[in-house]
């Protein structure tokens, strides 16, 4: 067989779901950018990385998605996502798609199948998304 990519860590996983979330409505807008920077630069699970590291974790990220194709790589992400992340990811990956201010259908879709895929109820879902929402309309 070919070689076997390296098994998804938690951190490939978590940036792989916010880079999904980014690339969902087809572009990434200087606003996603920045809140992408904003979010992993706040989390306990990158604290103790240096830039260098962060972009290797990035890439690992983009490669997987790039190979895998992004429905593939979305099942795969949430997968290896210890549960105790599962909410995190979700309300980290809501606030990429609203921090452009325009929630696209791809992006509704995007979001719908990562709740699926992470396994949450629709009401965690709809209680994480408002809070999202109303964080962005301050």
Not at 31 to 47: C, G, H, I, W
Not at 61 to 88: C, M, S, T, V, Y
Not at 101 to 125: P, T
């Amino acid at each position: 067989g070919g070689n076997k990519p390296a098994a998804l860590t938690k951190e490939v996983a978590f940036i792989g779901i916010l880079m999904l979330a980014d690339y969902s409505d087809g572009t990434v807008s200087d606003d996603e950018m920045q809140a992408f920077v904003t979010a992993v630069s706040r989390m306990k699970l990158y604290r103790d990385l240096n830039g260098d590291q962060i972009n290797r974790i990035i890439d690992r990220g983009n490669k997987h998605i790039k190979r895998e194709g992004p429905e593939e790589a979305l099942k795969q992400f949430a997968a290896a996502l210890p549960e105790n992340l599962h909410r995190a990811a979700f309300a980290n990956a809501v606030n990429q798609v609203l921090a452009d201010g325009v929630v696209e259908e791809e992006e509704k879709a995007f979001i719908n199948d990562l709740r699926r895929a992470l396994g949450l109820s629709g009401d965690d879902a709809q209680m994480i998304a408002k809070a999202m929402m109303w964080k962005n309309q301050g």
